[in-house]
């Protein structure tokens, strides 16, 4: 008997690499030339960055000299809470770790934002963060959350932080090929990309900006990305990180569908495990992302259970030093860590099918029968 074929639920992690990306990324890493040279074979690598940097910026309505190429996500944010001046640091609970550290490291006094039970953004208590601030502030807010793919009000943030002479940035890694993102229509001053999370090459990011702004440039030595990011371009990464920018723009209506066959799962799940939490159901979410609790079951022995049956999920938790702590995130909306350290994140992606959702559905039913027995037993 043949082993099934292994199933791939973990697309909020990274998502599998486009075939036409691929083939991009080849041809290049064929050729020879760096983009900052001014011969032929120059001048060719910087037509490819200069596409790129229009594909990039045409996904999110920004002005392509005002998109600056990174090593990826991490950069770009550690960039935006960086290159815009010394300013009091307010960022959400519920932020990626890249926004966390550097702005508990860059300002002691930085403050956390609260959110609500459904993983929202305060908006009350954001503005009354901004009140309190003595000097300039940058607020950090993402567009949706990546364990729970709860959207935030960043538009109404924005607002608000303009209210208060702040500048706002927009994390909006996980939105990007989700749902349409414009950076007008959201009003974020600064706004971060990752490739990977779209079907491009991992090591690639940028950090957008809505208008022109002088950035204290973090990598220096080179003068490259216009003074504002040293370092010899990633041409065949940026170029990818272009093909997947321009691949994803066209298909956001067909990636909505996957909301229909998320719900199903979910309903799914309610009828094999009643007392089991979907994070966020009640509001706005990303088409694509799960967060759900297996009663009495920990994330960590549900994720390796699912992997022995060739299925990749997320833990709601993570390890550090090899101790399961409950997630930030859920921590921040409230959740009890008895009933956070039973969460599992499902992100699907454009290749995920009923079928395999079947498959998930089975197993997980299996594991939750399995546990629940041992435990009456016990």
């Known amino acids: ?49 200069d596409k790129a940097r229009q594909q990039v910026a045409d996904l999110i309505g920004a002005p392509a000299k005002n998109v600056i190429f990174t ?19 307010i960022v959400s609970g519920i932020e990626h770790g890249a926004i966390l550290a550097p702005a508990l490291l ?25 009140a309190a601030s003595t000097t300039p502030a940058l607020v950090s807010l993402m567009l949706a959350n990546n364990e729970t793919g709860v959207i935030q009000p960043v538009a109404e943030a924005a607002q608000i932080a303009h209210a208060h002479n702040a500048l706002l940035h927009c994390d909006a890694i ?43 440039a973090q990598m220096v030595g080179g003068g490259q990305e216009m003074g504002r990011r040293s370092g010899t371009e990633n041409v065949a990464g940026i170029a990818g990180f272009g093909e997947a920018a321009r691949l994803v723009a066209g298909e956001l209506t067909e990636f909505a569908k996957l909301a229909k066959l998320r719900d199903a799962m979910e309903g799914r799940l309610a009828q094999i495990a009643p007392a089991r ?13 799960s967060c759900v609790t297996m009663p009495g079951v920990r994330s960590d022995t549900q994720v390796m259970a699912l992997d022995l ?59 939750y029968r399995r546990n629940s027995a041992h435990t009456n037993a016990a």
Request: charged share 25%.
């Open 277 to 289: 939490r979907v994070i966020g159901a009640d509001v706005d979410r990303v088409p694509n992302t």
């Open 1 to 49: 008997m043949t082993a099934a074929e292994p199933i791939y639920l973990d697309y909020n992690a990274t998502a599998p690499i486009r075939e036409e990306v691929i083939a991009l990324v080849v041809e290049i890493m064929a050729t020879v030339g760096n983009a900052s040279s001014v011969h032929q074979a120059g001048r060719k690598a910087r037509a490819r960055v």
């Open 71 to 89: 090593s990826g996500g991490t950069e770009a944010d550690n960039l935006a809470l960086r290159g815009f001046g010394p300013r009091h640091l």
């Open 309 to 367: 049956t060739g299925i990749a999920v997320s833990a709601g938790s993570a390890c550090s030093s090899g101790k399961v702590a409950a997630s930030h995130v859920l921590d921040a909306m409230g959740m009890e860590m008895d009933e956070a350290m039973t969460a599992i994140r499902i992100s699907l992606g454009r290749n995920t099918t009923s079928a395999e959702i079947e498959r998930f559905l089975i197993a997980w039913a299996e594991i």
């Open 106 to 130: 860059l300002d002691r006094d930085a403050a956390i934002v609260d959110v609500d039970a459904d993983g929202r953004v305060d908006l009350d208590a954001l503005d009354a963060a901004l």
């Open 174 to 216: 996980q939105g990007a090929g989700k749902m349409t993102v414009d950076i007008n229509e959201l009003g974020a001053d600064l706004l971060s990309l990752s490739a990977h999370k779209i079907g491009g090459p991992q090591g690639v990011g940028a950090l957008v900006m809505r208008e022109d702004r002088t950035v204290m």
